[in-house]
């Protein structure tokens, strides 16, 4: 069961050059950054203040041989991915691939500030990268 929308992944060629961009012009704050070298992504997630809800995530490459270096490469800068937050996300996994959705990893890998997360195949789900997130506090 989808607890909530998490996040919304937004692919970005600078990740610095991003953070400000989305400061001077909306007024989000980076709540937190992070490299996860698994993923090949340094990333950031932004809020406006005070607001608990959905958060925007840039993702900037690592390395070219990455998703998000390859997503760039063939659609430019853009939303990349919608993240659903969900309390247990092997139990998640294994209702989706009841119902014949391909997830991307047999085993769910690390996410932002040691949360669980798998894909699914965006083919499988109506043309959007679909990540699930079981965060790391249980929340
Ligand atoms: C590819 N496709 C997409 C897409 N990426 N459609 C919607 N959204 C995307 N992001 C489409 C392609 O256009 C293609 O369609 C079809 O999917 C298959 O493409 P492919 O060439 O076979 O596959 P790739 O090599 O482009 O890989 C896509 C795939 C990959 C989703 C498998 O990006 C992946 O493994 N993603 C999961 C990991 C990830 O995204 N990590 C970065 C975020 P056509 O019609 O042309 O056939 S890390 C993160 O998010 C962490 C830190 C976190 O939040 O905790």
């Not at 704050?29 to 490299?35: I, S």
């Amino acid at each position: 069961t989808v607890l909530a929308v998490d996040h919304v992944g937004i692919a970005v060629a600078d990740l610095d050059a991003a953070i400000e961009w989305y400061a001077s012009t909306f007024g989000l704050v980076a709540t937190h950054t992070e490299t996860n070298e698994e993923q090949g992504v340094r990333e950031a997630m932004l809020s406006a203040p005070g607001d608990a809800g959905a958060a925007v995530q840039l993702l900037a490459p690592l390395r070219k041989d990455s998703a998000i270096a390859k997503f760039l490469d063939r659609s430019g800068p853009g939303i990349q991915q919608l993240a659903y937050r969900v309390a247990d996300v092997d139990a998640s996994c294994a209702a989706l691939r009841e119902k014949g959705l391909r997830l991307l990893y047999d085993e769910p890998r690390r996410g932002t500030a040691g949360s669980r997360i798998n894909f699914v195949h965006p083919k499988d789900a109506g043309g959007v990268l679909v990540e699930l997130v079981e965060p790391a506090d249980g929340h």
